[in-house]
Nanobody, 124 residues
Framework: QVQLVESGGRLVQAGGSLSLSCAASGRTFSAYAMGWFRQAPGKEREFVAA????????YYADSVKGRFTISRDNAKNMVYLQMNSLKPEDTALYSC?????????????????WGQGTQVTVSS
C-alpha cells in the first residue's frame, strides 16, 4: 500500500517562503517521478512541479517558475517543494503524487497515488 503524507503548509504573508515535504512509503520510491499539484477552492486541480526519478528533469507551471523549486531525496523517500515570493494566488491545498513511470509529466492522470494534501494560505 503506497502512502504519501504532506506537511509544511501554513498561513504566510505575501512575499514569504514555505517549504513543503512529502514522505512516501510502500513502493520503490526512487524508480518513479514525483509531482506537486494544487487545488484552490472552486477551481480545478492544477499542476505545480514535477521531478524525474533521478532528479535530472524538472518541470514547473509557468505561474511558479522562478519562485518554486522541487527536489527529492531518494534515500529518505522524500520530495520537497521550496516556495519563495509567495503570492495570494498561491493559496491552495497542495498535494504530492507518485508517478506511473520514471519521467515526470504535467498531467494528473499520469500519477497513480496521491496524498491528502497540506493547506497553504498566503495573506495579502
Amino acid at each position: 500500500q503506497v502512502q504519501l503524507v504532506e506537511s509544511g503548509g501554513r498561513l504566510v504573508q505575501a512575499g514569504g517562503s514555505l517549504s513543503l515535504s512529502c514522505a512516501a512509503s510502500g513502493r520503490t520510491f526512487s524508480a518513479y517521478a514525483m509531482g506537486w499539484f494544487r487545488q484552490a477552492p472552486g477551481k480545478e486541480r492544477e499542476f505545480v512541479a514535477a521531478i524525474s526519478f533521478g532528479r535530472t528533469t524538472t518541470y514547473y507551471a509557468d505561474s511558479v517558475k522562478g519562485r518554486f523549486t522541487i527536489s527529492r531525496d531518494n534515500a529518505k523517500n522524500m520530495v520537497y517543494l521550496q516556495m519563495n515570493s509567495l503570492k495570494p494566488e498561491d493559496t491552495a491545498l497542495y498535494s504530492c503524487a507518485l508517478g506511473r513511470g520514471p519521467m515526470p509529466t504535467m498531467k494528473g492522470e499520469d500519477y497513480d497515488y496521491w496524498g491528502q494534501g497540506t493547506q497553504v494560505t498566503v495573506s495579502s
